[in-house]
Structure formats: C-alpha cells, structure tokens
C-alpha cells in the first residue's frame, strides 16, 4: 500500500503564493499517476491537477489552469502544486491521491479511480 502524507499549506494573501507537498511512501516503485483535489467547506471534492508519474503528462481544472502548476520528483517520491495568484475561491483542504492506472480524459477526476489518499492540508486565501 501506498501512504501520502501532505504539507505546505497556510494562509495566504490573494495573488499570493503557495507550494505543496506530498510525499508517497510504501511501494513507491510503482509508477502511480497522482492527484490534487481539494474541498471546501460545504462543497464536495474537486479535481484540481494530476501527473502522471512517469510520463509527465499533466491535467488541470479549469478553475486554476495557467496559475498552478502540477510536478513531481521521482527520486524524493514526491509531488507538488506550486499554487501562484492566489484566489479567495481557492480556500481549501487540498488532498493528494494515487492511482494504479494512467487516467485520461474525464478519468483524471475521478475521485473513485484513485486508490490512495492522504489527510489533507488547509489552503486559506483571504481578500
């Protein structure tokens, strides 16, 4: 089994910025895709960027394409979300995945083909 273990999250001015961290454990030599989602309060888990871990091949939401950025570290096990221009809409517990399976399209978010997940880091932007 695989254990994902978030960090880097806070609380940030909007138009700030925020890296995340989440590193992988367990049979790391496994080439996993791996998942951002985030949840806010009252709102269901969203998609908000996957790698695939070997290819590079990248996926965002809409909602952040072109201000975060989704990368990984094979060697350290370890994913990131460079998170820049920060948005109040951004105020979240984000939480990283893993999946066995190479996701495309519509794949990428969902949240039931992922197999692993970690506790989560808060995320708070303010205005």
């Known amino acids: 089994q695989v254990q994902l273990v978030e960090s880097g999250g806070g609380s940030v001015q909007a138009g700030g910025s925020l890296r995340l961290s989440c590193a992988a454990s367990g049979r790391t030599y496994t080439n996993y895709a791996m998942g951002w989602f985030r949840q806010a309060p009252g709102k269901e888990r969203e998609f908000v960027a996957g790698?695939?871990?070997?290819?590079?091949?990248?996926n965002y939401a809409d909602s952040v394409k072109g201000r975060f950025t989704i990368s990984r570290d094979n060697a350290k096990n370890t994913v990131y979300l460079q998170m820049n221009s920060l948005k109040p809409e951004d105020t979240a517990v984000y939480y990283c995945?893993?999946?066995?399976?190479?996701?495309?399209?519509?794949?990428?978010?969902?949240?039931?083909?992922?197999?692993?997940w970690g506790q989560g880091t808060q995320v708070t932007v303010s205005s």
């Open positions: 995945a893993a999946r066995r399976t190479s996701p495309v399209g519509v794949g990428w978010g969902k949240r039931n083909e992922y197999d692993y």
């Open positions: 790698i695939r871990w070997s290819a590079g091949i990248t």
